[in-house]
């Protein structure tokens, strides 16, 4: 009896040391999605900020060739480069993270991040986006300026319209 009782403590112990050992390694990194344009047609290595290594792509997805969606593991050191704007491009068989406008607004475990099959591809986003924030604030300096000059109610209505053609 008292040796069954003994066994039991010593596997108790045991599971429980796995078990943290298990909670520190999930704890070493972060797991984000990037989500692809366009499908991934080539095997990709490791995640880039700089040129330093960041983090790995998750064993299951890097076997993967034509998907559109991986799963990454990235250092907690490099965990506050993923923020809210952060996208990625493929360059060579590297997955590269490109903020242009920071946020300082970090990613949660497990959000997904915009991706690109290429830096040309994510230049010629950045100018979409770019386009319509020059438009929107073009529309707003417009707006504004009416507003003083033909007066509010005036304003509003050509917003209303607006609103209906711009949908």
Known sequence: MRLSWYLLIVATVL???????????????????????D??????????VNDEVAGVISSSESSRIDAKEIQVCIDRKYAGKFEINSVCYV???RIVVYNAWSTGIDLKDG??????????????????????????????FVLE????????STVSKAKDVYGVMAK
């Open 91 to 93: 360059s060579g068989n």
């Open 39 to 48: 499908s991934i047609s080539k095997k990709l290595d490791d995640v880039y």
């Open 145 to 152: 300026y009416a507003n003083k000059f033909l007066g509010e």
């Open 15 to 37: 599971v429980l040391g796995n078990v943290d050992a298990f909670s520190a390694e999930q704890e070493t990194c972060k797991k984000f999605r990037i989500v692809f344009e």
């Open 111 to 140: 959000e997904a991040i915009k991706g690109f099959t290429s830096r040309m591809n994510l230049y010629i986003y950045e100018a979409r986006e770019l386009s319509v924030l020059i438009k929107d604030t073009i529309r707003a």
